[in-house]
């Protein structure tokens, strides 16, 4: 039973940036297997950013070239790396497999305002 734990959000002012990390309870084999989500109020979850199978990663068009995902297989950890950011990256965000595999975590919460 694979517990996620997201971390790092908070209340940025547009331009700035903030680092999301997401912390597995155990090992995960398929650690690159993993992405990070979103959901704003009144809004689907969407995937934003993931590991993809030939090696490289994926972001949705919105957050192309703000945003960066790596990871800790050390630490059973995945980061978001989020820069440049907008008040539309508002939203709860997420760990999970790709496609969504394991509980969701409770999320870490961005709030982006001036």
């Known amino acids: 039973q694979v517990q996620l734990v997201e971390s790092g959000g908070g209340l940025v002012q547009p331009g700035g940036s903030l680092r999301l990390s997401c912390a597995a309870s155990?090992?995960?084999?398929?650690?690159?297997?993993m992405g990070w989500y979103r959901q704003a109020p009144g809004k689907e979850r969407e995937l934003v950013a993931a590991?993809?199978?030939?090696?490289?990663?994926y972001y949705v068009g919105s957050v192309k070239g703000r945003f960066t995902i790596s990871r800790d297989n050390a630490k059973n950890t995945v980061y978001l790396q989020m820069n440049s950011l907008k008040p539309e990256d508002t939203a709860v965000y997420y760990c999970?497999?790709?496609?969504?595999?394991?509980?969701w975590g409770q999320g870490t919460q961005v709030i982006i305002s001036s």
């Open positions: 999970n497999k790709r496609p969504p595999g394991f509980i």
């Open positions: 155990r090992s995960i084999f398929s650690i690159n297997g």
């Open positions: 590991f993809t199978s030939g090696g490289g990663t």
